[in-house]
């Protein structure tokens, strides 16, 4: 596909209501220049699939580059068919007249390299042997991330970036922005995340790996397309889905509620319909005590690893939590947060979430204040949420407020 | 083997030094009465190991029961063997002039029915079939292993429990002692506990279960004893792990600390020696970007998980989180705290502890608020730590002061 955000004869997005960004298609962008990765290893090509919203205009400076996280993609805002029952992860966030106004700014958002939703991965042929790269697809870091995008961006002709925004990884990706082309990008909006993953953050994505790589179907990351550890993948998501909530949501979304009439104190044998949400496992041996599903948060969670093994890949699971746990800015550059950020010539906002437990308010607010001692323009808001980590996708006016005045401002 | 608590020329334990319990032999008591379970199914008998120090005194009135945690078990002090480098898992409390003072109390502590440590549990042979129970062992509740603990302390001849003493799932049995036997029990003693099982506690024990169920080696709980789903069960390990610590703690034990001189940001190849700590997969193939431990936490983690599957079986896992699931007393008794706690007699201390995010605070405070508002003598006490909820584990003055006050007052 080629790209058409330049020409004004090919509407970046047809509406489908007003007040929407609409039907979008994605694209594919292919840089035929190699691209050294951090490890070393050279990608003789890859490619990055993205979507825009919005135009960009005569001066070319008015692009903001959404930043995904671990599971997210390039398809953050609109549909992509009338049929569609969802839109873009970030709809609520992005579209006219809403927070990120795609009536003033071009919206980028791309596949991040590594990953699995079109975009040069694990599972794309690797050129020296025409069969999925797997495990030899080189160890890619959120630096790699950020560099691809640039050759993306320079490819839509987009002079300087207003803004490089995202939560979680996406929020590592828009301070490794600010960094790494400081005279390029104006502005930095980064939200629940952090500048340093600690130990616990690393400890949850390595149990997750395990879980993968224990899978007899990972087979060394060499399985074909489709294939895979569908059981692995589904374990690391149903763990990794808990941290991206809180006790307090989880509690009032579920609480102690049963999926069938309230059970006693002990739970009761095998539910036979909802067995089926198990993946995997047949039916329990006549006469036992099976262990199915008792609790709403039980089906709940095995749905959402069962959906997410249908359009994830476990390689690319693998790659990313790399990259996560491999951030450490400090250590990146000279030893400190405040060396990191000297080349820093954006204003910054960040954004912590109080119920963030995955990125707490304290790593966000020591984002600010090492901006801050390096004498940068940073500013640290702190949003009382009960939501913990996913606040930041979530519906809330307060962040729409402050995305918007951070965008608006001179 | 025979109980000889009460018999004189049998000392309980010989002291190994001044201040400890020293050299201690578990024993077993064997219930030849059915058992009725929650669940309506009927043990024939049933056994439980456990281990006693100090003497049970001329009133049998000064026994101390000890309720063990998920994975613990019934040598809670002293060890078996003078080549012992590990005593009793909770040593640090339990001895001779310690918080919990031998000297003064008869100390017992069974593993649980259902257990795994020579307890009657699944992996115990049904005398039905003569091969283990596997999941036609009864869906234990709490309520269950208490009441199969009652036997014991009727066999040794207690006549009144000075206190029913435990943690986390330990607690949880505790609170259900002063409950079914209020003219038994004088005093309990809770921490880091709760008296409902939580939305996101069910859910980590669900993906623990998971784990372990999608294991191909679980074979629906019908496996051999020492085979089973090692890989599972380890995961399962792993992951509860994390939410026994807390961030706080992991930073400082080990932050980002490679296993090998600083990686770069983008974590290097696999390290071959420390290859050997995954379990169950071999050498990655040559020229691959491996994914092995590059940070101290995981080669923690994974040492966490494959010693437990030394130590552990799968289905105990499984029925133990369950019970732990099925725990909610105000559901159980009526629908509120306060009908739950309205037979009570004992004096009751809850501890909670500031940085245990499984149990969190509120969840102890509101055990303390309902037996009071229920007209019951009950405290609270909160202890400001930053090693999660595995606080109550560990060396802490504060804590012993505590215990031994509350145990000493009358």
Redesign the interface.
């Known amino acids: 596909m080629n790209d058409a955000a330049l020409d004004d004869d090919l509407p970046a997005t047809t509406l489908a209501d007003p007040g929407e960004v609409g039907l979008v298609e994605p694209r594919d962008f292919t840089s035929a220049e190699p691209f050294a ?3 070393g ?1 050279v990608l003789p090509a890859f490619t990055l699939r993205y979507e825009t919203y919005g135009r960009l205009n005569a001066a070319r400076d008015n692009a903001v580059l959404v930043c995904h996280a671990l599971s997210g993609d390039h398809h953050c805002a609109g549909i992509h068919s009338l049929a569609d029952k969802k839109p873009g992860w970030w709809n609520n966030l992005i579209g006219p007249g809403k927070a990120v106004d795609t009536n003033h700014h071009f919206v980028i958002c791309a596949n991040v390299l590594g990953g699995c939703q079109g975009s040069t991965g694990p599972l794309s042929p690797d050129p020296a042997t025409g069969r999925p790269y ?8 959120i ?2 991330m950020v560099r691809s995008q640039k050759r993306l961006l320079d490819h839509l002709g987009v002079k300087r970036l207003r803004c490089a925004l995202g939560g979680s990884m996406g929020g590592m990706q828009a301070l490794q922005w600010a960094i790494e082309y400081p005279d390029f990008c104006d502005k930095v909006l980064a939200m629940a995340t952090t500048a ?5 953050a ?3 994505n ?2 997750g ?3 993968i ?2 899978d ?1 179907d990972w087979n ?3 399985y074909p397309k489709g294939g895979g550890p569908r ?1 692995g993948l ?2 690391a998501r ?2 990794a889905h ?1 941290t991206y ?3 307090a949501s ?2 009032r ?4 509620r049963t999926v069938k009439p ?8 095998a539910l036979a319909e909802e067995a089926a949400l ?4 047949a039916e ?2 006549p ?5 199915d599903v ?2 709403e ?2 089906s709940y ?2 749905y959402q ?1 069962q959906s997410f093994i249908n359009r994830f890949d476990a390689n690319t699971y ?1 790659y990313i939590t ?2 996560i ?4 800015l400090a ?2 550059y000279g030893g400190t947060l405040e060396q990191a950020f000297a080349p820093v010539k954006a204003r910054t906002l960040v954004v912590g979430f109080t119920s963030d ?1 995955l990125f ?1 308010p304290e790593q966000n607010r020591e984002i600010v204040l090492a901006l801050q001692r390096a004498g940068k323009h940073a500013s640290y808001a702190e949003l009382a949420t009960d939501l913990g980590h996913d606040s930041f996708l979530l519906e809330s006016p307060e962040l729409y407020a402050l995305v918007r005045a951070f965008l608006e401002r001179d």
């Open positions: 990765c951090d490890d290893r797997g495990l030899a697809f080189p160890a890619v870091t630096r790699d340093r993953e600690g130990a616990q690393i400890a949850f390595e149990v790996r395990q879980a790589m224990q007899p060394h990351g060499d059981v589904a374990i149903m763990m808990i909530l809180s006790d989880m509690d979304k579920f609480g102690r309230r059970l006693p104190a002990a739970p009761a044998p198990a993946p995997g496992h329990p041996p006469g036992t005590a099976a262990f008792s609790f948060v039980q969670l095995r690893g693998l790399r990259a746990d491999g951030f450490d250590a990146s437990w707490p």
